[in-house]
Structures are given as C-alpha cells and as structure tokens.
C-alpha cells in the first residue's frame, strides 16, 4: 500500500504570492491533518479534514485554508504570503479522526516552502 | 489550556547507554499517547504508542510508561545506538480530536 504522498516537495514564492499544497493519503484513509514544522516552534497543527469536511483548527490565521475532496485528497492554501510561512509543511492521514481513540497517524514527506 | 510540554529538549547520552524523554500534558481526557522519531530530513514516523488503560507498553529497545494521575508519559531508549539520534516528538490528542505535540527532544548518540 502506497504512503502518504505530498506534492510539491520543494516550493519557493516571494512575498505577497499565495500557494497551494497537495496530500493524498494512504488508500482507505480519511482523515487527512496538516501541520507546519519550522526549527523554533517544532510539530503546529494547523487543521484537520474528514469526510470533505473540516473538524479541526488550530491558531493560525485567515490566510492558511484548505479543503478535502472526495477522494480524501486534501489541499492547503496560503495566501499573501510572510517571511514567516517559511516552513517545512507535513499532512498526516489516519483512518479515522486522530483523538482521544485514534488510530495511528501515518505522516507524507512534507513540501519545503521557502518564502523570499 | 491545551498543552503538552516534553523535556529535555536537547539529550546526548552515551552509546549503550539509557535515553528518558518525558512530557506532561493538561487535558485529563486524553487516552491515546503516540511517540515519533524523526530523522534528518525525513518525515515524523511512529515508534510507539499507548493507550491509557494500560501502564507500560514495550518494543524491544524502547517502552513508554503513562502516569495517568501525574498526567506525564516517558519514552525510554535502552542499550542506545548511533542510530537513535533524532528528534523525538511526543503527542497528546485532545477531547476534541485535535492533535498537540510536544516541542521534541533532540537526541545525540555520543560514540
């Protein structure tokens, strides 16, 4: 069974640009979770999608959004882009909705964003 | 509020030596405590997990134990090899299905 996969791996936009990240998770997996990863600030959970809907936010702005499709292929987007979104960008599928029973979470290879 | 706090951040043991990570978390409905190991370059990967009706839960080298009263789990490393160094995250899922990880633990394998 295939793994999560993420696409792009490498991405660099300018300031102000906007972007958009893709997942596609392990076949059978429906919950798919997006995290940003940067040096300082470690693993931040950003959302979480189910069933082409979105169960879970964390604290991160307006700009940050994504959605799921039917196929439970998730995408993320961020617009107007900072300095700050420089990140290492990990989506993690699961069976169900990780939480207080979960199941595992199966992390892709992540989309290295570089914002100048 | 919603945290998990994992120290040390930074552990350098020496070869065939023993590694203890801990971390504490706040929210008393969490019964599902995942360990993941990531290395350079590569994406987080579980290791372990438990589940809070059980205490202790080992796999070969490694074994977590879950104080559920303290509210704090530990990861142990025994017998280390060059292999173990990474960053070591711990997780805490919450009532409310999100997901919060510790800050991680950097650990060096000294020859």
């Known amino acids: 069974k295939a793994g999560v996969t993420q696409t792009p791996r490498y991405l660099i936009k300018t300031r102000g640009q906007q972007v958009t990240l893709s997942c596609s998770p392990i076949s059978g997996h429906r919950s798919v979770s997006w995290y940003q990863q940067t040096p300082g600030q470690g693993l931040q959970f950003l959302f979480e999608?189910?069933?082409?809907?979105?169960?879970n936010k964390g604290n991160f702005p307006g700009r940050f959004s994504g959605r799921q499709f039917s196929n439970s292929r998730s995408e993320m987007n961020v617009s107007t882009l900072e300095l700050g979104d420089s990140a290492l960008y990990l989506c993690?599928?699961?069976?169900?909705?990780?939480?207080?029973?979960?199941?595992?979470?199966?992390f892709g290879p992540g989309t290295r964003l570089t914002v100048l | 509020g919603e945290n998990v706090e994992q120290h040390p951040s930074t552990l350098s043991v020496q070869e065939g030596d023993s590694a203890v990570i801990k971390c504490t978390y706040s929210?008393?409905?969490?019964?599902?405590f995942p360990w993941y190991k990531q290395e350079l370059g590569k994406r987080p990967q579980l290791i372990i997990d438990?589940?809070?009706?059980?205490g202790e839960k080992k796999d070969q080298r490694i074994a977590v134990t879950l104080n559920k009263t303290a509210k704090h789990f530990s990861l142990h490393i025994t017998e280390t090899q060059p292999e173990d160094s990474a960053v070591y995250f711990c997780?805490?899922?919450?009532?409310?299905?999100?997901?919060?990880f510790g800050k991680g633990t950097r650990l060096h394998i000294l020859p």
């Open positions: 997780a805490g899922p919450l009532g409310d299905d999100k997901i919060i």
């Open positions: 438990i589940r809070s009706n059980v």
């Open positions: 993690a599928s699961s069976l169900e909705v990780p939480g207080p029973s979960t199941d595992t979470q199966y």
């Open positions: 929210d008393s409905a969490s019964n599902y």
């Open positions: 999608y189910f069933s082409e809907t979105q169960r």
